[in-house]
């Protein structure tokens, strides 16, 4: 028989762990035989440049994939990551850059919800994947709005939910104090919390936002003292969560203290305020605790501490950024792969939005991604946490919306 076009391409489809022949490959820009081009812009300086860890993870990760595994589908991932200083028009400028002049197949894990507010109609309009953002701003969960850009973390208002749940179970009389970022990153977690009140929102007897560059939150903090609040509300970058911490501690104010969780990292934000001041905190994940002890003999946990001794060994490994980042690549190559030889812009999406229980290792057991092309949330259960002083202890059960 002689060897057509049509019977190549049924050898490989019998054969699917075979490479399609050349002719068949699809490729957009940013993609060839040998090379996929990811870009990525984070804050490597300016007030929120404890995020930079985001870029170094994946970069480490993607290396890692590269020299084991000679890359995804033997093409070597090329990670081109640019500083944007937590600046909206320095990620325009940034991503303008990797998409027009680099010629990236696609943008990922980039951090903040007003540095890709300023980037999502470009994006579209583009038709450029803009994956797995490090935000849970709901305006990246919008299939129909945006439908090439989505989140990677929970969405904010989900997380806000959960803590007011356990507010009103716990204190349904509480006097409430909320400190939230002046933007769609504080709106949308304040908007979730107060939804999560439902009729208890009077509750809420105090509240201030501020700016990422004010230089201190001690003022809105002294304010809370004298509203009278028992509960606390922190909506806050790392570094404000931080000053919060320490200022509540100055002034004697000992309220119930709830904190986000990604402002909530051991090593960068509960251990530097004082254990003292930070034992107590409530706080939120869907992630295995790579600190915690009981977790040391998990599969996946061992996989990352290895993985961070190897690929990255200054960063530290209980910082809840890094295991976000390592979470979030490793996502980002299951979904390469799933692409195959067919690596166009469209086909990315279509298998991002097209996920079927992926079980990433470090998520809580019985929390797995899944999305469709109507529903691109990632992420969607939540568990409460509690600071002891060393780790946070998993504080009832997993919470899903």
């Not at 057509?4 to 490479?19: C, D, K, V």
């Not at 803590?163 to 990153?185: E, G, M």
């Not at 490994?317 to 979030?328: F, H, I, L």
Request: hydrophobic share 40%; net charge positive.
């Amino acid at each position: 028989m002689a060897f057509t076009r049509r019977t190549a391409l049924l050898a490989a489809a019998s054969a699917p762990w075979l490479p399609l022949p050349a002719f068949a490959r699809k490729y957009d820009t940013g993609a060839s035989d040998t090379e996929i081009r990811i870009g990525n812009t984070v804050p490597y300086s300016g007030p929120a440049s404890a995020f930079g860890v985001f870029g170094k993870t994946a970069s480490a990760y993607f290396r890692k994939v590269n020299e084991e595994q000679g890359g995804v589908g033997g093409r070597k991932i090329n990670f081109l990551s640019l500083d944007d200083a937590y600046s909206p028009p320095k990620t325009v400028e940034a991503t303008r850059k990797l998409v027009e002049s680099e010629g990236v197949l696609l943008m990922f894990n980039q951090l903040g919800t007003a540095s890709n507010a300023a980037i999502q109609k470009y994006m579209n309009a583009k038709k450029v994947p803009h994956l797995f953002l490090s935000t849970g701003a709901s305006r990246f969960i919008d299939p129909k709005g945006a439908p090439w850009s989505m989140a990677f973390l929970a969405g904010y208002e989900i997380e806000g939910a959960v803590y007011a749940a356990h507010i009103v179970k716990t204190n349904p009389n509480a006097k409430i104090a909320v400190l939230s970022q002046a933007d769609d990153y504080g709106r949308d977690f304040l908007r979730g919390f107060k939804a999560g009140l439902g009729n208890k929102v009077g509750n809420i007897v105090a509240e201030a936002t501020y700016e990422p560059t004010d230089p201190t939150v001690d003022s809105q903090i002294v304010g809370f003292k004298a509203s009278g609040a028992d509960v606390f509300m922190n909506i806050s970058l790392p570094k404000q969560a931080l000053q919060a911490i320490r200022k509540s501690a100055e002034l004697g104010w000992k309220p119930a203290y709830y904190l986000i969780g990604s402002a909530s990292g051991v090593n960068t934000t509960m251990v530097p305020a004082g254990r003292e001041r930070s034992t107590g905190i409530f706080s939120a994940t869907y992630w295995k605790d790579p600190s915690d002890p009981g977790w040391k003999d998990d599969p996946g946990v061992k996989d990352y501490h290895a993985f961070m001794k190897q690929y990255y060994p200054d960063g530290d490994p209980t910082d809840r950024v890094c295991y976000n980042g390592y979470s979030a690549s490793q996502l980002m190559v299951h979904v390469l792969r799933q692409c195959g030889d067919e690596l166009t812009r469209e086909n990315v999406m279509k298998q991002a939005t097209s996920l079927k229980n992926v079980e990433l290792p470090l998520l809580i057991p019985g929390i797995r991604v899944n999305t469709s092309a109507d529903d691109y949330r990632v992420i969607r259960a939540m568990q409460l946490t509690r600071f002891d002083g060393d780790k946070f202890v998993n504080v009832g059960d997993v919470i899903g919306f």
